[in-house]
Structures are given as structure tokens and as C-alpha cells.
């Protein structure tokens, strides 16, 4: 079975400002699949290209066999987008705008199921402005469903959200992909990426700098080990501070009081050695497994923006 979509070398600039320099990657159906990056590393140019609303610079990018470069306008009735920040008019009520979009595909979903599905139902005469910022979230995906896509896009999904909203809204995504829907989702949430997407690209600087499933992404990189400790009251901090000389040490943090240390797969009994030859037990010593964060900063070099943005 041929996938889904395909993106193969694709290129795009904005004037000098090259947004996308390299990106390929397959979806097959029924994915979900995690598009991953740092602020301005290509991501929404990649999917607007893909979705055929922008034209790209290189490379193609085949959805549903049909080409988005050539034909736009054919793939349009089959793809469902949410792009970020979907702005209604205020006053618009969430059963009206769901009439709107309706009328604009040959097939469209039932309202009244997909206001169930999204938990809408009670709020189909509220206005657009009157909804919770949850609720609005969940009328945008509810948009981007209504025309009962084959491939539905969906740009930092839960941006905004409080953490019970956010996690209603991955039950709910799941709950559209069991219904037979092959879901794009654009994010920069690890969590988000860890829990939903069955396999990923991460995109930095227009490229892709690792792809696979959460877990092999996870995995791959298990040579590397992190644990935290803490010392005696009146540790010598020499003694502490030595421990980044050690080979199998790569790095030494002061953190919460204590200490995390990374390095190789025998970190932790090298620096317990060490100690000990300065005739010091660690206490507390908790040994950190990795997660899709960890990778993410290590294929880009750069925090993750969620935690920029709660620093
Ligand atoms: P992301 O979605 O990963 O944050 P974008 O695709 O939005 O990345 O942006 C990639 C790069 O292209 C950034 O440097 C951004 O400033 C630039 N860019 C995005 N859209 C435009 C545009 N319409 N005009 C000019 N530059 C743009």
C-alpha cells in the first residue's frame, strides 16, 4: 500500500529567509504522525505546502496520489486543516460556522455526530466568542473534521489548553483516528508528541534531524544516562565538583539541592567509585530514564519551547 502522503526533498523560502531546506518523510494511513521542531524551524510552511496552500521552491508533495504542487484543488475535499490560531467572528455561533464549512465540501460529516464526538453539542448556539478557550480548540478541530477528510492537519493542537483540556483533547484525536482518519499533527509538546503520535520527524533549521517512533527515538540514544544523588551534609565540594573529570562523566549539575549527573552506561558505578575512594556515600541516588525531551535536545541543541516558555 502506497502511503498516505510523501514529501520528498521539499524546499521553500520566503524572499532570503529559506524556511524549509530539505524535508522528505512518508504517513502511512491511520498514522498519526508527529511533526516536531523548534519555533521557526519549518514546520507550519511544511504542512501549508503540503496542504497545497502555499507553492514550494523544490521537491514534491503527493497526498492521496494526488500531487499538492500541480493540483490543489483536487486534494482539498479529502484533507481537513487546522492551522494555528483560527480566528471565527465573534458572533458567529458554533453551529453556524459548522453549517459554513460544511457547505464547502461535496460530502460533509454529520453536524450533530461530530458536535457528540467534540462535546460540542450543548454549545451549538453559543457565539465563537463566548466559548472557553477549550471550546474553541475543540470547534476548530471540529472545522477541520467537517468536511469528513481521509487526512486531517492539525497545527499545535492543545497550544493554550489547561492540562484536563489537553489530555481531553488527545482522547479525542485518538477517538477521530479509530474512526479511520490519518492525522498529521504539528506540535512542539514532547509529552503531547510521546503519548499520541506513532512515529515522528523532528525538524530543525528547514531539516530533518531525526525520525522514527517515540520509543526507537527514545531508545537509540540509551547509551547515554542520567541520574540524580545527593551528598552528605559537608561534602568536600571539590570532591563533587571532581566528578566531571571522570571519564565515563559527561556533565555534573548542581540541581534541587543535589546533584544530576549524565555519561555513558557506567556513570553511575564510576562516580559511586569515586565517592567512595573520598570515603563518600551518595544518598538519594535516582537514576532518570530518557524521554522524547531528551532527544529533542539532543538532535537540535535547544530547550524545548514549552519549558522556555514556563521559564
Ligand atoms: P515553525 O512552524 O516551525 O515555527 P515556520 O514554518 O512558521 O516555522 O517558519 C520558518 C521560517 O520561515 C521562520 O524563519 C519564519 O520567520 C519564516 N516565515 C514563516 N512564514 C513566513 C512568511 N509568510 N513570510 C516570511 N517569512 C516567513
Same mark, same amino acid.
Given at each position: 500500500m502506497s502511503p498516505v502522503i510523501e514529501v520528498t526533498n521539499l524546499r521553500k523560502a520566503y524572499g532570503p529567509t529559506v524556511a524549509v531546506a530539505d524535508v522528505s518523510f512518508a504517513v502511512e494511513r491511520g498514522e498519526i504522525f508527529g511533526i516536531l521542531g523548534p519555533n521557526g524551524a519549518g514546520k507550519s510552511t511544511t504542512v501549508e505546502v503540503l496542504a497545497g496552500l502555499r507553492p514550494a521552491d523544490g521537491g514534491s508533495t503527493v497526498v492521496l496520489g494526488v500531487d499538492t504542487q500541480r493540483e490543489p484543488a483536487a486534494v482539498r475535499p479529502h484533507l481537513g486543516v487546522q492551522l494555528q490560531e483560527s480566528r471565527l467572528p465573534a458572533r458567529l455561533t458554533v453551529g453556524e460556522a459548522l453549517d459554513l464549512y460544511a457547505a464547502f465540501y461535496p460530502e460533509p460529516a454529520d453536524a450533530a455526530e461530530l458536535l457528540d464526538l467534540l462535546g460540542l453539542t450543548d454549545q451549538r448556539r453559543t457565539a465563537f466568542a463566548d466559548l472557553s478557550g477549550g471550546q474553541q480548540q475543540r470547534l476548530s478541530i471540529a472545522l477541520a473534521l467537517v468536511g469528513n477528510p481521509q487526512v486531517a492537519i492539525l497545527d499545535e $493542537? @492543545?497550544? !493554550? $489548553?489547561d492540562p484536563q483540556a489537553r489530555r481531553d483533547t488527545w482522547a479525542l484525536i485518538e477517538k477521530v483516528r479509530d474512526a479511520g482518519v490519518t492525522i498529521v499533527l504539528v506540535t512542539h509538546f514532547m509529552d503531547e508528541a510521546e503519548r499520541l503520535c506513532d512515529r515522528l520527524v523532528i525538524i530543525d533549521d528547514g531539516r530533518v534531524v531525526a525520525a522514527g517512533s517515540p520509543a526507537s527515538l527514545v531508545a537509540a540514544g540509551e547509551d547515554r544516562r542520567t541520574f540524580r544523588m545527593r551528598l552528605p551534609a !559537608? @561534602?568536600?565540594p571539590a570532591l563533587a565538583d571532581g $566528578? &566531571?573529570? $571522570?571519564?565515563? &562523566?559527561d556533565t555534573v549539575a548542581a540541581v534541587d539541592g543535589g546533584y544530576e549527573v549524565t555519561g555513558g552506561p557506567r556513570v553511575l558505578p564510576a562516580v559511586v567509585l569515586a565517592l567512595a575512594e573520598g570515603d563518600v556515600a551518595p544518598d538519594e541516588v535516582r537514576t532518570l530514564s530518557r524521554t522524547l525531551e531528551d532527544v529533542f535536545v539532543d538532535v537540535t541543541g535547544a530547550r524545548p519551547p514549552a519549558l522556555e516558555a514556563a521559564s
Open positions: $493542537l @492543545t497550544t !493554550g $489548553l !559537608g @561534602t568536600a $566528578l &566531571v573529570r $571522570l571519564p565515563e &562523566v
